[in-house]
């Protein structure tokens, strides 16, 4: 009977530890009366609760979610999971209570549609409302009623977000305002927001691509092309530069206590940095940590960022994999050398007698052929070169050496972002965390499901680009013993999908021809062939002015200077030259004679262009080179359409 008293007063009270018959037991967590429970999700149990919002309390699993409060004002909403005891969870959604007059008409959208959806569902709905009321107040502060929500609510919050974190947002956090968003579109009087769900790029769509064994159904997003390897390197390229400017401006701070300009952090967030650092060894301390312990400094860090504030003071394992990506593009490691390097694997060599520069060379093994893999590489300043990469790793990671255990000499180690008894490696369980950072980066620019073991054949890619597939080049690239293992790993679905670009970029080059006369194949070796102008590059030919966005490959010759997607064209500095002198020499005679013309008018933003911001920028030996060139004539320039 005792048994039986038990267990119906702890389904009654959703799943609350009992004493005995007819108690309640609270859980001994101090003023927050939280307790963590292990099985398939956590769940807080509160003694006292009593209904807000919904018919009545819940008793099953079968019960319809409801809103409740503790007796320290905690709400909560209440829904059915039938694999926890007394069948029922809960998710704090204290901030919505802070929504003034739209509180009561959210709540109702929530428990509306948790109504019949899954205890998943019921909970990210929570946690996703949850975090959107929490920004209401400083980005709808004027809204008193549901009509007076701004239209664009969600793209602010998501700018909101961004500012908060400091990074953009990847494309799990977007994915997960879709069940705000699900929410908000049930509140009377919302019509006019926009919530109509977005979706990432990792959504994945199929289609059919031809394989060896024949035509097999494959994910699109697995066929990667040169455009994804290129936003990739860009996008990896553009986070080195940006930690290594950050830990330049904290390392100045450590050692002077002065605060330095030159890099992207303002003094507030850096001195934030330098106290967070102090605080442990070799980890950030983690927000409920610092609320408990912290309360002055973790208002502070609230303000700025949490994620922003740590990712400053300590390195972590989202920042550290854009070294990897880029090291493993760069020496072709397959993945497991690549998390398994150490310190001194590869060194630096200095310049040698016969007038060679300095380069980066190791012999890192390889478990599966049980043979060394050579890597030798020009070591350059640049950031993104081995050599800066490996010599700045070193250095980023000095003061977590001595709490990495049996990784202190592994070149990827970082700060754990959850409490741990010492620091992380790529290196660790079987390269899971390098999966598990290459698969969340791949999110964040648009390649899904990207992993350590692609790396190696994008970096294979880039060879075979430059060198125009040399089987010989393709080899020791590779590092093959035979060319056939080129052909059995390296030219499938991916290198024939490059040909067909290939192919079809020639056919809209060809086409463009035909109307425009613009004929890129007298451009030099490594110019771009796509730009409407000679002389420039374009990072979009499909986004053209003047019509030509609609038009297929851009065609408004004349116009890259004022256009957002045009720049000079590196491949022969001095060829651009002349042709920009010739450009605006061809505006100049345009517009002497007829001033006040259609022509003219178009045109003559473009000479104001060249001479203000183009021109300006070639150093005076670019110049010189090119004054060695025989003068052109540029060819009639016509309307925009």
């Known amino acids: 009977m005792a048994e039986k008293e038990r267990r119906s007063a702890q389904s009654s009270d959703g799943g609350f530890e009992s004493d005995g018959p007819g108690k309640v037991k609270a859980p001994d967590l101090g003023s927050a009366t939280r307790k963590r429970v292990s099985g398939k999700g956590r769940r807080l149990r509160k003694e006292g609760a009593k209904l807000v919002f919904g018919a009545r309390m819940p008793r099953t699993a079968a019960d319809p979610p409801v809103i409740v409060v503790d007796p320290v004002g905690d709400h909560y909403f209440d829904f059915g999971h039938p694999s926890n005891r007394g069948g029922r969870q809960r998710s704090l959604v204290q901030s919505l209570t802070k929504c003034g007059a739209i509180r009561d008409a959210l709540f109702e959208a929530l428990t509306r549609y948790g109504t019949g959806k899954a205890s998943q569902t019921c909970r990210k709905s929570a946690q996703a409302c949850e975090a959107v009321a929490r920004l209401l107040p400083s980005i709808a502060s004027d809204a008193t009623a549901p009509e007076h929500l701004p239209s664009d609510l969600f793209a602010r919050v998501e700018d909101e977000m961004e500012r908060l974190n400091g990074n953009p947002l990847t494309s799990h956090q977007l994915n997960e305002l879709n069940w705000a968003r699900a929410v908000f579109a049930l509140v009377p009087g919302c019509n006019h927001v926009e919530t109509a769900p977005t979706y990432s790029a990792s959504k994945k769509s199929h289609t059919w691509v031809e394989d060896e064994k024949g035509r097999l159904l494959v994910e699109d997003d697995e066929v990667v092309g040169d455009l994804d390897v290129e936003r990739l390197i860009k996008h990896c390229s553009s986070m080195i530069q940006s930690v290594v400017a950050r830990q330049d401006q904290l390392d100045h701070l450590l050692d002077t206590g002065a605060f330095s300009n030159q890099g992207p952090e303002d003094e507030a967030t850096l001195r934030l940095a330098f106290e967070l650092r102090n605080l442990h060894m070799f980890r950030p301390l983690i927000p409920k940590e610092l609320r408990a312990n912290y309360p002055a400094l973790w208002k502070k860090i609230e303000a700025v960022g949490w994620q922003r504030v740590a990712r400053t003071a300590f390195p972590l394992p989202q920042d550290m994999v854009a070294f990897a990506v880029m090291l493993a593009l760069q020496t072709r490691l397959n993945a497991s050398v690549l998390a398994m390097l150490d310190l001194d694997t590869l060194e630096l060599v200095e310049a040698s007698e016969d007038g060679g520069g300095p380069r980066i060379q190791g012999q890192p093994y390889k478990l599966r052929a049980r043979s060394p893999y050579p890597v030798d590489a020009p070591a350059t300043d640049l950031a993104e070169n081995p050599s800066a990469i490996v010599g700045f790793l070193k250095r980023w990671t000095k003061f977590l050496r001595p709490h990495a255990g049996p990784f202190a000499h592994k070149l990827f180690i970082f700060s754990p972002a959850r409490p741990s008894a010492e620091a992380k490696s790529f290196a660790h369980l079987d390269c899971h965390l390098l999966r598990r ?116 490959l851009c065609g408004a010759i004349g116009l890259c200077p004022i256009c957002p997607h045009g720049e000079i064209d590196t491949a022969w500095p001095a060829w651009s030259f002349v042709r920009a002198i010739a450009l605006l020499k061809r505006i100049e005679s345009g517009i002497a004679e007829n001033p006040l013309s259609d022509w003219a008018l178009t045109y003559a933003p473009v000479a104001d262009e060249l001479l203000e911001i183009w021109l300006p920028m070639f150093p005076p030996e670019v110049v010189a080179e090119a004054r060695m060139l025989p003068l052109i004539t540029f060819q009639e320039l016509p309307h925009v359409r």
Do not use: Q
Not at 448 to 463: C, E, K, Q
Not at 487 to 494: L, M, S
Not at 525 to 534: F, I
């Open 437 to 552: 950072e290459t698969k969340g980066l791949g999110r964040e620019v648009g390649i899904a499901n990207l992993t350590p073991t692609m790396l190696r054949d994008f970096g294979i890619n880039v060879v075979h680009e430059a060198s125009g597939g040399d089987p010989v080049i393709m080899r020791a690239a590779g590092n093959w013993r035979s060319l056939a293992t080129g052909e059995r790993h390296y030219f499938g679905p991916a290198a024939r999908r490059r040909g067909r670009e290939a192919v079809g970029m020639a056919l809209l080059v060809e086409d463009r021809r035909r109307e425009t006369a613009i004929d890129p194949l007298a451009r030099p070796g490594g110019s771009d062939l796509l730009s409407a102008t000679d002389g420039w590059k374009c990072a979009n030919p499909f986004d053209g002015p003047g019509g030509w966005a609609d038009r297929g």
